[in-house]
């Protein structure tokens, strides 16, 4: 199984706890986000790997190569990160991931490895995962029709109507990401829509017919960490046997 970590961005809100080190390289515990990510992929079955690095990349090169020599990884280097968003990162994984089964994460998360696990021995080709708590403006909203298959997702549809938020993890069978690259060349080479999130390339494919079964993992502790203050507290928030 392969699997694709997003990992290019500054996390210009951590600052001054990234000022010198990337995001994926804080530790809480004795792990850094990456290793514990890493582990919980490996774990899941996951065998390839491919990174996309940005800001401070030789750190996460080095890190990554000492610490798993034996496991298979690609780095990709997106040399434009302070000038695009996640959505670019993607599309420069696209030797890497189109055509197969991949599984997609972002570098910024702090998860229950049980996750990574279902999401891999999902039976369905396509999922994402999802969280339900109150929503505002800023999570990814997820809204979804009676058969638990999406039908909208992004920043901007109504709390009310949405089912919960994105974690940020998803499986995209070999023909999601087929058409997830067709869509992603349009989208960059044509209306450079660079400094976009990869979801609404998801939100797109849609209409086309392609989309994601949801897979609730509400009950299963998992943390975004966008602030100095989510750092710290999701120390005291992470489950002892997990730390």
Not at 2 to 30: V, W
Not at 48 to 75: D, K
């Amino acid at each position: 199984m392969k699997a694709i970590i997003l990992a290019a961005g500054t996390a210009s809100r951590l600052r001054p706890l990234t000022s010198h080190t990337p995001k994926c390289l804080l530790k809480i515990g004795e792990r850094t986000l990456l290793e514990r990510s890493i582990d919980a992929l490996v774990a899941a079955g996951v065998d390839r790997l491919c990174i996309v690095t940005g800001y401070l990349h030789e750190q996460i090169e080095q890190f990554v190569q000492e610490r798993y020599p034996a496991l298979s990884t690609t780095f990709i280097h997106n040399a434009v990160y302070d000038s695009t968003n996640n959505i670019y990162s993607l599309w420069l994984a696209r030797p890497f991931a189109e055509g197969s089964d991949v599984l997609l994460l972002d570098s910024d998360l702090l998860y229950d490895p049980a996750i990574a696990r279902r999401v891999v021995e999902a039976p369905e080709p396509t999922v994402l995962t999802l969280i339900r708590h109150e929503l505002g403006e800023e999570e990814m909203k997820v809204v979804v029709d009676a058969e638990g298959s999406i039908t909208d997702i992004s920043k901007t549809c109504s709390p009310s109507e949405a089912v919960g938020e994105s974690l940020g993890i998803e499986k995209m069978g070999a023909a999601y990401t087929r058409a997830l690259y067709g869509e992603l060349s349009v989208m960059m080479e044509q209306e450079h829509l660079e400094n976009t999130f990869y979801e609404l390339a998801f939100k797109r494919l849609l209409s086309q017919g392609h989309t994601f079964r949801i897979l609730d993992v509400t009950e299963l502790f998992s943390c975004e960490l966008d602030t100095v203050e989510d750092f710290e507290n999701a120390k005291n928030l992470i489950p002892a046997e997990l730390y």
